[in-house]
């Protein structure tokens, strides 16, 4: 599960909500076990959701970094490229 979370910090254009919500999903689903929480646990599950994407944008708001932003189009065809090589039949 959590091979989908990506670095999300020092990109141009900067990650979106969106982008930072998922990758909190997808680190609550690792840690709690739960792909899809239980009526009972929704509740708790999203809090946590909300809880990691904000301290996620804090964190990226504080960080600082001497590096040029990276291009986000530029590193997604990297991993395609080592994908199709790693998969290669």
């Known amino acids: ?3 989908n979370i990506r670095p999300l910090f020092n990109f141009e254009p900067p990650a979106s909500d969106e982008e930072v919500r ?3 999903l997808q680190f609550v689903r690792k840690i709690s076990g739960f792909t899809k929480p239980s009526h009972v646990n929704e509740a708790a599950f999203d809090q946590a959701v909300n809880d990691i994407s904000s301290a996620a944008r804090r964190l990226m708001a504080s960080l600082t ?3 040029a932003p ?3 189009e530029v590193v997604a065809a990297k991993a395609k490229a080592r994908a199709a090589q790693r ?3």
């Open 22 to 24: 998922n990758a909190s």
């Open 1 to 3: 599960m959590c091979r």
């Open 70 to 72: 990276r291009d986000r």
């Open 65 to 67: 970094t001497a590096a």
């Open 87 to 89: 998969f290669a039949s």
